[in-house]
């Protein structure tokens, strides 16, 4: 079955250091690949998609994430991380079986220490 | 262009009672789908209309269940409310296989008591 796993559950960086967060993917054929942002009581808004093409994909606010098929992994980056970016992190593969459904990640939720 | 609406942003609702949210998408869109959002659960599908049917549907009991008008609004129904009802109902919504992504709305809050 299709699953993401987010193997951190809390992470806590230093204002301007970079992020790393980790994403891994079970999925049978070429999977298409997401990552969104949370904000405590809002929806999700997306980051950045990787469908083909180039494994390095950019997305809004300074995010990239890079896709490794030998490691069925999609892992966000970003060089410098900014308080504002505090917030919880969600890996999604999709879309799944007939139609639009998307299978989360449990998310990652960073704290930004000033 | 106006993003994903959902109303209302916030419910309190007592147990045995039922309840309708409503997901209005991005004009153009067709497809709507559903999200329950639980810290214990985390994101789980409910449903997805696209054109007035329902093309998927996830692992919840009958008392979840939507619709989707002309107009590609959703509703989704949830009849008999328990406690564990209480979550995040996201909606989100895209054009027909998503390729170019899903955007959320912000969710409705849903509190059973």
């Known amino acids: 079955a299709q699953s993401v796993t987010q193997p951190d559950i809390h992470i806590t960086v230093s204002e301007g250091a970079s992020l790393e967060l980790r994403c891994n993917y079970s999925?049978?054929?070429?999977?298409?690949l997401f990552w969104y942002v949370q904000s405590p009581g809002q929806g999700l808004q997306l980051l950045l998609k990787?469908?083909?093409?180039?494994?390095l994909v950019q997305g809004i606010k300074g995010f990239e994430a890079e896709f490794k098929r030998s490691q069925s992994s999609f892992n966000l980056r970003k060089p410098s991380v900014h308080w504002s970016d505090a917030a919880e992190y969600f890996c999604?593969?999709?879309?799944?079986?007939?139609?639009?459904?998307?299978?989360f990640g449990a998310g990652t939720i960073l704290r930004v220490k000033s | 262009k106006a993003g994903v609406t959902q109303t209302p942003r916030y419910l309190i609702k007592t147990r045995g009672q039922q309840v309708t949210l409503s997901c209005s998408p991005i004009?153009?869109?067709?497809?709507v789908s559903w999200y329950q959002q639980t810290p214990g659960q985390g994101l789980q599908f409910l449903f997805e209309?696209?054109?007035?049917?329902?093309?998927n549907k996830g692992n919840f009991p009958g008392r979840f269940s939507g619709r989707q008008f002309s107009n590609s609004r959703s509703e989704m129904n949830v009849s008999t409310l328990e406690l564990g009802d209480s979550a995040l109902y996201l909606c989100?919504?895209?054009?027909?296989?998503?390729?170019?992504?899903?955007?959320f709305g912000s969710g409705t809050r849903l509190t059973v008591v």
């Open positions: 989100a919504s895209s054009l027909d296989r998503g390729f170019d992504g899903y955007t």
């Open positions: 999925y049978g054929a070429t999977p298409y």
């Open positions: 990787y469908f083909s093409g180039d494994t």
């Open positions: 999604a593969v999709g879309p799944i079986e007939y139609g639009n459904k998307l299978v």
């Open positions: 004009s153009g869109h067709r497809s």
């Open positions: 209309y696209f054109s007035e049917t329902q093309r």
